[in-house]
């Protein structure tokens, strides 16, 4: 039997549905939020408190920041090696099983030489002793393991640290109100709990049906890309009996949870903003579904930088930024929409109002706030 085929708008629709950015949800909390997602890219500490507002009807910043102090999510390095927010249970069932990647991308990297005489399990023991005392900065860690290993390059020991063993980022780092430099624990110790120890496969099975509710249909490529592990076909094939197939119209095998929404691919979608560093836009092989090849270099800069975005019938058609000068009774807060296509005036109003929503939740003491919406870019 033939797979159905399902065309660019199609899965653009059942992304946006099941990303809550087709229909924001007025009843699901911001860690219910987190969990369905699979966690949030959080390499810009503030970008999941955007990416949550523009899901969920009534977010308060507020909430993730009780979620953070609470120990109830918190920020690790995780899927494609990456810092993600993710709830508790998550950074203990997610991180043993992308260690594997982790470990490639300590081969990857110009310091696995500088550590190479240095044993992984003795770094990773001196390490846990030291902030099993206390959480630590990077400078810290440089101090601390450099005198313990004086011949080494302290960078990169803190860097096979980070890569080797599980830590977090503790706060102040990521919540809203106040800032401050990353300070790590082991997510043991911050969590006071051990990391999951059931069975490997089964839990990566139970994860790639996550992926697929919250970003499916999708390739083995497009769940591969997402978490940056690899051989996962045989683990897909493994779930194939219970799970829906299609193809794309380039013939691709595309994989699904049963029962998981179609919306029709002519379902209308207003103009929305979407958070930079989103995972909507970084968790497929195939971004077509979302964003023109043709923005790309526009919206994913150098560094790894990924810009917000405004979506027109949904799909990326411009990005946005805020910039904020002055303090006190002076400071101001300015949401700039630079877009690459023409907008209706239907986008126009939606955004203006999306925007000046987003600055009245985001700088509540700025005294003046506004949103310029600029013409279409060349």
Same mark, same amino acid.
């Given at each position: 039997?033939?797979?159905?085929?399902?065309?660019?708008?199609?899965? %653009?629709?059942?992304?946006?549905? +099941?990303?809550?950015?087709? %229909?924001?949800?007025?009843?699901?909390?911001?860690?219910?939020?987190?969990?369905?997602?699979?966690?949030?890219?959080?390499?810009?500490?503030?970008?999941?408190?955007? !990416?949550? #507002?523009?899901?969920?009807?009534?977010?308060?910043?507020?909430?993730?920041?009780?979620? /953070?102090?609470?120990?109830?999510?918190?920020?690790?390095?995780? /899927?494609?090696?990456?810092?993600?927010?993710?709830?508790?249970?998550?950074?203990?069932?997610?991180?043993?099983?992308?260690?594997?990647?982790?470990?490639?991308?300590?081969?990857?990297? $110009?310091?696995?030489?500088?550590?190479?005489?240095?044993?992984?399990?003795?770094?990773?023991?001196? !390490?846990?002793?030291?902030?099993?005392?206390?959480?630590?900065?990077?400078?810290?860690?440089?101090? &601390?393991?450099?005198?313990? #290993?004086?011949? *080494?390059?302290?960078? $990169?020991?803190? %860097?096979?640290?980070?890569? #080797?063993?599980?830590?977090?980022?503790?706060?102040?780092?990521?919540l809203w109100s106040r800032g401050g430099g990353p300070r790590y624990?082991?997510?043991?110790?911050?969590?006071?709990?051990? /990391?999951?120890?059931?069975?490997?496969?089964?839990?990566?099975? $139970?994860?790639?049906?996550?992926?697929?509710?919250?970003?499916?249909?999708?390739t083995v490529a497009d769940v591969q890309k997402w978490c940056g592990?690899?051989?996962?076909? &045989? *683990?897909?094939?493994?779930?194939?009996?219970?799970?829906?197939?299609?193809?794309?119209?380039?013939?691709?095998?595309?994989?699904?949870?049963?029962?998981?929404?179609?919306?029709?691919?002519?379902?209308?979608?207003?103009?929305?903003?979407?958070?930079?560093?989103? %995972?909507?836009?970084?968790?497929?092989?195939?971004?077509?579904?979302?964003?023109?090849?043709?923005?790309?270099?526009?919206?994913?800069?150098?560094?790894?930088?990924?810009?917000?975005? =405004?979506?027109?019938?949904?799909?990326?058609? !411009? =990005?946005?930024? =805020?910039? +904020?000068?002055?303090?006190?009774?002076?400071?101001?807060?300015?949401?700039?929409?630079?877009?690459?296509?023409?907008?209706?005036?239907?986008?126009?109003?939606?955004?203006?109002?999306?925007?000046?929503?987003?600055?009245?939740?985001?700088?509540?003491?700025?005294?003046?706030?506004?949103?310029? =919406?600029?013409?279409?870019?060349?």
């Amino acid at each position: 039997m033939t797979n159905p085929v399902l065309g660019p708008r199609a899965l %653009n629709r059942a992304l946006l549905e +099941r990303q809550l950015l087709l %229909n924001p949800s007025a009843s699901r909390s911001a860690l219910e939020t987190i969990e369905w997602l699979v966690g949030m890219q959080s390499q810009a500490p503030g970008a999941p408190y955007l !990416g949550l #507002w523009t899901r969920l009807d009534g977010f308060s910043f507020g909430e993730l920041e009780t979620l /953070m102090t609470e120990r109830q999510v918190t920020r690790m390095v995780l /899927m494609r090696g990456t810092v993600h927010l993710v709830s508790a249970a998550d950074a203990l069932l997610l991180r043993p099983l992308v260690q594997p990647m982790l470990d490639r991308t300590f081969r990857q990297n $110009a310091f696995a030489r500088a550590v190479s005489g240095v044993e992984r399990d003795e770094l990773v023991a001196v !390490g846990r002793e030291l902030l099993g005392r206390a959480a630590l900065g990077p400078a810290e860690l440089r101090r &601390e393991l450099g005198t313990r #290993w004086p011949e *080494v390059d302290p960078g $990169a020991l803190v %860097n096979a640290l980070r890569l #080797w063993a599980p830590l977090v980022q503790v706060p102040p780092r990521g919540l809203w109100s106040r800032g401050g430099g990353p300070r790590y624990a082991t997510v043991e110790d911050w969590l006071g709990r051990p /990391m999951e120890s059931g069975s490997p496969a089964a839990a990566l099975e $139970a994860v790639v049906l996550r992926y697929l509710a919250a970003f499916g249909p999708a390739t083995v490529a497009d769940v591969q890309k997402w978490c940056g592990l690899t051989g996962l076909r &045989e *683990v897909v094939d493994r779930l194939r009996p219970g799970l829906r197939t299609f193809r794309d119209e380039g013939g691709r095998e595309l994989y699904d949870v049963p029962g998981a929404p179609l919306p029709d691919p002519a379902t209308p979608v207003p103009a929305r903003l979407v958070a930079d560093f989103d %995972n909507l836009l970084l968790s497929h092989a195939d971004r077509a579904r979302v964003l023109d090849d043709a923005y790309r270099t526009r919206v994913m800069g150098v560094n790894g930088v990924v810009r917000g975005t =405004i979506l027109v019938d949904g799909f990326v058609g !411009g =990005i946005w930024g =805020i910039e +904020r000068t002055g303090k006190g009774d002076r400071a101001s807060a300015t949401l700039t929409v630079s877009p690459f296509v023409p907008l209706s005036a239907d986008d126009g109003e939606a955004l203006e109002a999306q925007g000046a929503r987003l600055l009245t939740a985001s700088d509540p003491s700025a005294a003046v706030r506004a949103v310029r =919406i600029g013409p279409p870019a060349p």
